[in-house]
């Protein structure tokens, strides 16, 4: 178990609903306001230096889980700290202080960088706004350290370069380079190699990893696909319909999934063998509407081994050995 000194960030009962815009018929004839119950009631820790994926499917509330944390969206209810600072209770000018200490890497580069603006320019604005560096030269030597540790080498020939003449695995380099220009503590990395090729997703992945023991970071990795996850996790987080299911370290997650959705998605992991065979132990049906979620458990409606208790209460949860908990109450009589 983690000490309180150990923990870099820690949120507690975290909720986020996002209220389902209507039309003007709608609003007339009924008074009932509907929700989307995006991240619903979720608590985990990071340790200091440790990288916690986030793993689920598409809808699953990874993604706004990450911009809670960064308070890119403002939560419904719950509590965020990283060490001792209440970032919910932080002021806009605070926050924006605050925000050289936590960093997002993006997922769409071509998205998340101005098409009109130079690399080096990109990477240089946190600087300015958060005034490091004591004149614009020493900005530069700083952006052309960063490209150089990104591998991005020369420097020189990629500082006045535009994203568009720029390969997919460069460009995210350039968007880590962006991220870390400001040494942050934090950083919540949201499918940050997923449109990248699988050779480059590899180095990129190994990057990742050779920059968290450089700078000491803390990683957030949120991902769809558990097999990255082997690459750089040190624990894992598996959300399903807004809730974290299950959590535990990597070893636990890969050798010893407890709750159901989690051993599906271990069996959905493809094989390298081609010669050997996989039982693939699949749930059935789609995920539930997240405007209105299942009472209960929320994975009963896909779970072969549900039964009534599943339909009518919810499980909390159950720790199975040391760190690794799952909510399901197949393990009500397991826990140790």
Do not use: W
């Not at 990057?207 to 970071?217: C, G, P, Y």
């Not at 809730?243 to 271990?266: C, K, N």
């Amino acid at each position: 178990m983690s000490s309180l000194a150990d923990i870099l960030l820690n949120v507690e009962n975290l909720v986020k609903y996002f209220p389902v815009k209507s039309n003007f018929l709608q609003q007339l004839f009924t008074k009932d306001k509907k929700f989307v119950h995006a991240v619903d009631d979720i608590s985990f820790t990071i340790r200091k230096g440790e990288t916690l994926g986030l793993v689920g499917e598409s809808g699953s509330g990874k993604t706004t889980t990450g911009r809670l944390v960064l308070r890119l969206e403002e939560a419904t209810s719950g509590k965020i700290k990283m060490g001792n600072t209440d970032i919910l209770a932080l002021k806009p000018e605070k926050l924006r202080l605050f925000r050289r200490h936590m960093q997002l890497i993006f997922q769409d580069p071509m998205a998340s960088l101005n098409p009109y603006m130079k690399v080096g320019e990109a990477i240089r604005h946190p600087l300015s706004i958060h005034k490091i560096g004591k004149n614009r030269r020493e900005q530069k030597q700083i952006v052309m350290d960063m490209l150089e540790t990104v591998n991005l080498k020369p420097a020189e020939d990629f500082y006045n370069r535009f994203p568009k003449a720029l390969s997919g695995g460069q460009r995210q380099r350039i968007v880590i380079a962006r991220a870390l220009v400001t040494r942050p503590e934090f950083v919540v990395a949201d499918e940050a190699v997923a449109m990248l090729d699988v050779s480059v997703r590899s180095q990129l992945l190994q990057l990742m990893a050779d920059l968290k023991e450089k700078f000491n970071l803390t990683y957030l990795f949120i991902t769809h696909d558990l097999a990255t996850t082997k690459y750089v996790c040190d624990r894992i987080a598996v959300m399903y319909l807004g809730q974290i299911v299950e959590i535990g370290s990597f070893e636990d997650i890969y050798t010893r999934p407890a709750h159901p959705y989690t051993q599906a998605l271990i069996s959905a992991v493809p094989e390298p063998d081609p010669d050997q065979e996989k039982n693939r132990d699949l749930p059935e049906g789609e995920v539930p509407n997240a405007i209105t979620p299942p009472t209960g458990c929320r994975f009963h409606p896909r779970c072969k081994y549900a039964f009534k208790r599943c339909r009518e209460e919810q499980p909390e949860r159950y720790m199975v050995a040391g760190d690794h908990g799952a909510s399901c109450f197949l393990l009500e009589n397991k826990e140790k």
